[in-house]
């Protein structure tokens, strides 16, 4: 059993894209999770989830329960080694002392004959304190919550995500447009949408390529199409920037192939089931007319063309998508809503065949 520990505060969000990670991902307080199993490779490709610990077990969210959970433990980590301990109190939530907790925890193991190296230890245990009702952000389904929870997880560390998402801000991109999607987003969406090495992923209306940087950057192949000749030469750009040099991704794995071409996202040029995953951010506004199609009639055949060529897709969009949705044929796995600001909520369509 693994540990999760979550980035942020949108917690069902960040569940459903550790599941591209992980199997049988369950939340058990705000900010933390547990799962059966986990690829180390993806998870260091996680934008919402921080690391993943070997569960050693959970009790209540205070330092002397840790002590007792961490005393009656089997610990099977080389006796050789060294150990540190880290704490965390998510979001502040339960009043923990995490310096106390270090040290009682710290003690704990070296009387079972372990050496403390604070620096660089070479086995971390976290000790992770929340308190709370894990937080239910999805639109179409609040079954999820659950009562407050009180809970202190202990977990050998397995592997971190690779945090470098400042490094591809969207101003600091050679090719920028206003509006361009963060690449923790972006990142996530791709996640969702299957992205990870032997996969090809499909952006029909991949604006300046930020799904598509992301998603060959965890290794997926990917093809992007636009309707702008300016937008294509721009992700171009941006791509040509962040995929083609030598060598594995921040991620550690191989930079995915990719491919950008002018054309209309309801008529797309490719075979049916030609691609793993389709994800595209929808045109924003009310506008009666986007390019040579109105805004209603761009989104529909968008769906239905990425259903042809795809059995999954994640549909980023100011508004909700769902009846157009079914009608191109998907089924609506979930809807969440991200707050951007206070005018604008992003609303992320997970669609299934």
């Known amino acids: 059993m693994y540990l999760l520990e979550f980035a942020g505060e949108d917690d069902a969000f960040a569940s459903r894209e550790a599941e591209s990670a992980a199997s049988d991902v369950r939340a058990i307080a705000p900010g933390l999770a547990v799962a059966h199993a986990i690829s180390t490779e993806r998870v260091r490709g996680l934008a919402f989830t921080r690391r993943a610990s070997d569960l050693v077990g959970r009790t209540d969210a205070d ?151 992301e998603a060959g950057l965890v290794g997926a192949d990917v093809i992007g199409t636009d309707a702008q000749r300016k937008m294509v030469g721009g992700a171009r750009e941006n791509l040509d920037h962040f995929l083609e040099p030598h060598g594995p991704s921040p991620v550690g794995t191989d930079r995915g192939t990719w491919h950008v071409a002018r054309a209309d996202a309801t008529r797309l040029p490719l075979a049916n089931g030609a691609v793993d995953g389709v994800v595209f951010d929808a045109p924003y506004g009310r506008q009666s007319k986007i390019a040579t199609h109105r805004l209603e009639d761009l989104v529909s055949g968008a769906l239905a063309e990425a259903r042809r060529v795809a059995p999954r897709a994640v549909v980023v969009a100011d508004r909700s998508w769902a009846s157009e949705a079914h009608e191109a044929g998907w089924t609506l796995e979930k809807t969440f809503h991200r707050q951007v600001h206070r005018s604008l909520i992003r609303y992320v369509h997970v669609l299934s065949e």
Do not use: Y
């Not at 433990?73 to 080389?78: K, L, N, V």
């Not at 923990?96 to 050496?115: H, I, K, P």
């Not at 592997?159 to 987003?185: H, N």
């Open 63 to 213: 330092v002397e329960s840790a002590r007792a959970l961490l005393e009656a433990a089997p610990i099977d980590r080389d006796r050789d080694g060294t150990v540190a301990v880290r704490a965390t109190d998510v979001h502040g939530s339960s009043g923990v002392d995490t310096a106390r907790a270090e040290r009682r925890l710290g003690q704990v193991l070296v009387d079972r004959g372990f050496s403390v190296d604070l620096e660089e230890p070479d086995h971390l245990l976290r000790a992770v304190f929340s308190e709370g009702e894990p937080g239910q952000t999805s639109i179409e389904d609040d079954a999820d919550e659950t009562e407050t929870v009180s809970v202190c997880a202990l977990g050998w560390l397995e592997v971190e995500s690779v945090r470098d998402f400042g490094d591809r801000a969207p101003t600091d991109k050679p090719f920028f447009q206003p509006g361009s999607m963060d690449p923790l987003l972006a990142r996530a969406v791709a996640n969702v949408a299957g992205a990870r090495p032997g996969s090809t992923i499909l952006d029909p209306m991949c604006g300046t390529g930020g799904v598509l940087v």
